[in-house]
């Protein structure tokens, strides 16, 4: 057997594989798309051939303007075929030509709610995450799926915060006293691999770079002109995002998330947004109880399997 990466030659088997959707996230009109975006690229997908014969697939994503992929978007294979190991051969592949310091690569897998209850979605999730882990990619991190839509109703605005723009230097700051403690696992993750200071530079350059406009983002102070933490509305490749949210350790426990995200989504809205996502760690109890007071709706899980800690 042979692994490469795809070629314009390939379009034909790559347009019949994912037509086979399962729990892939690649369509059609999706990967034609971001093909042309840069999103998807030819040397970013890669094929298992044996006697000359196409036999798997790998699809990554990524953002433009980088040289590398970040995350998986599907996985196929024909019939007949041992899809746990030619699954993994492709995403050893690919995890070999990362470069040493960028930021580690992940699979997201879309799920739907109550997914354990369901024996189709099961059967395709368990050889997905077996090559993954094979792989090396076999810590598992569970997220919430939100979404927040007009009809679900504006909450209202913070009256007991200010909201502030600020330059790149004082959200570096607040990045950095964010982190500590932060709830999330990729975060956690982060910090272990590059430490507080890298992880808050990796946020900020990350965020920089979305299609979200830097000027959205502000600082927040309570009424005698501390900072609380800060808010970062932003949107992605699918549409506006709740970016990042974060409350400063000594002003933890006032249910300061609330104002935040309700600010976030009015920033949103008044930028024309009609729908609002997010995610949150399925252990990050607080935050997701903050997105349902707040009307967002739990609509699917996103598995996330990566490197361990």
Known sequence: ???????????????TLIAEQSLNTVTRERWDEYLVSGAYRYDWSWVVEDDDKIIALAIWWG????????????????????????????????LATFPAQAEQPEYHIFLPN??????????????????????????LTERLRYEWTPSDGLPARSTRLCF???????????????????????????????????TA???????????????????????????????????NNGGPVVGYLGVLAEHRGHGYSDDLLAEITHLLVETGAERIRADTDLTNKPMAASFERLGYRNHAVRMVASYPV
């Open 114 to 139: 109550g997914w354990r209850d369901q024996p189709d979605v099961v059967t395709e999730l368990e050889p997905r995450l077996e090559a993954a882990a094979a792989a090396g990619l076999s810590e």
């Open 1 to 15: 057997m042979k692994i490469r990466s795809t070629v314009e030659a390939d379009l034909d088997i790559i347009h």
């Open 201 to 235: 530079k990796e946020e900020l350059e990350i965020y920089q770079s979305m299609p979200g406009e830097r000027s959205w983002w502000r600082l927040t102070y309570d009424a005698s002109g501390s900072l609380v933490g800060f808010a970062l509305p932003s949107a």
């Open 63 to 94: 953002m433009e303007q980088f040289d590398h992929p970040f995350s998986i978007d599907g996985l196929y294979a024909v019939p007949g075929v041992d899809r746990v190991a030619v699954w993994a051969s492709l995403i050893r592949q690919t």
């Open 164 to 198: 502030e723009p600020a330059d790149d230097e004082a959200f570096l700051d607040v990045f950095r006293r964010v982190i500590q403690g932060s709830l999330d696992a990729s975060t956690a993750r982060s910090v272990a691999r590059v430490g507080v200071e890298g």
